[in-house]
């Protein structure tokens, strides 16, 4: 039994050793054709050539551990070329390994150059960058703010600037581009390697650390959202229970306001204890006093009526005069036989 297993493992070891390995070819930047292949221990040697044209060996050998692992094949006119059947062989000893690719969709450019930032005049930060494919090419770029995440804008076929409309200067902002072939001279699935980032604003400083993945900035995002609303509800409930049952750090926390009083009683007891409030409502002036009163005539008597006669002055006068201070009611003051009589009152015969 067991050498009927050992032999059953011989032969899948044999088929396995014996199945060719796969090769994967690009067409880099329209220049060469990058073939890499899995050289499981074997030192192939690579040949290669488009429909039409004979079989050359390659050039320049990719070589890692001292074995061939990929190629590059320079090729000539590959804007027109590349839309042809390409074939691969590897060879090592009597074997040889063949393999038909399209890389019509294989054609990753390289990332584009020269990549410049400006505030203009317009207030607008404009992005620049220089592809040597101008007619056939489109651009993505994509730019973040103060390291946060990144913004994607597709832009238009042949168009070599981008624009941020009102950059704020206390902001960092950080760009890149790359680019593909379109559809108009055969679209390909291969974008190129991003662009170097250009820095603009907050003095284009270059110490902020490289941002994570988006799956693993989205995992930590979450799990620190989940650890906040835990902290956050234990420390809520925490501090409930403290004010229910400490009066003492409720009083601290929620301290009592006094509830303001307006008995009248409070307002009499102040008005009391302010003399000068009360001294400003007492009278600071004087005023004249006039005292009215009417005389009459006296008829003359008959034993004078011949030799005399009476000037009499019936007038109603108002005398006005200085007011005097009230008498002591204890004091004996003048009597009323003592009342002066103006001038004008008296009647004097003649």
């Not at 990058?34 to 690579?46: E, I, M, P, Q, R």
Request: aromatic residues 10%.
């Amino acid at each position: 039994m067991s050498t009927r297993l050992f032999l059953i493992l011989c032969l899948v070891g044999i088929d396995f050793a014996e199945k060719p390995p796969d090769v994967k070819c690009k067409v880099i930047n329209l220049e060469y054709v990058k073939c890499l292949w899995n050289a499981s221990g074997v030192n192939y040697s690579f040949y290669s050539g488009f429909h039409g044209k004979p079989l050359r060996e390659c050039d320049s050998y990719i070589v890692e551990s001292g074995l061939n692992v990929g190629c590059k094949q320079p090729e000539d006119k590959l804007e027109t070329v590349r839309f042809n059947t390409c074939y691969t062989e590897l060879r090592q000893g009597n074997q040889a390994y063949r393999q038909n690719h399209q890389l019509k969709d294989k054609v990753k450019l390289n990332p584009p150059s020269n990549c410049t930032v400006q505030l203009r005049s317009d207030a607008n930060l404009w992005f620049k960058w220089r592809q040597i494919f101008t007619k056939c090419v489109e651009s993505e770029v994509r730019y973040r703010v103060n390291n946060h995440n990144w913004e994607l804008s597709k832009i238009s076929l042949g168009v070599q600037e981008y624009c941020i409309n009102f950059p704020s200067n206390s902001s960092r902002y950080e760009l890149q581009v790359r680019s593909a072939l379109s559809h108009s001279c055969g679209s390909s699935e291969e974008w190129s390697e991003w662009s170097e980032p250009v820095v603009w604003g907050a003095h284009n400083k270059t110490g902020f650390p490289p941002a994570p993945p988006p799956d693993k900035l989205r995992y930590s995002v979450d799990v620190w959202s989940v650890v906040l609303f835990c902290v956050g509800g234990a420390t809520l409930i925490l501090l409930i229970v403290l004010l229910l049952h400490h009066e003492r750090i409720r009083i601290i926390l929620i301290p009592v306001v006094p509830k303001p009083s307006l008995v009248p009683r409070d307002l009499e007891e102040w008005l009391d204890s302010s003399k000068g409030l009360k001294e400003a409502f007492k009278t600071s002036y004087t005023e004249r006093t006039c005292s009215v009163r009417e005389y009459c005539s006296v008829p003359p008597s008959d034993t004078d009526s011949s030799d005399s006669s009476i000037l009499s002055v019936s007038t109603n006068q108002t005398v006005c005069y200085n007011p005097v201070p009230s008498p002591d009611p204890n004091d004996s003051g003048p009597s009323s036989s003592d009342e002066f009589v103006p001038p004008e009152e008296q009647h004097v015969p003649v």
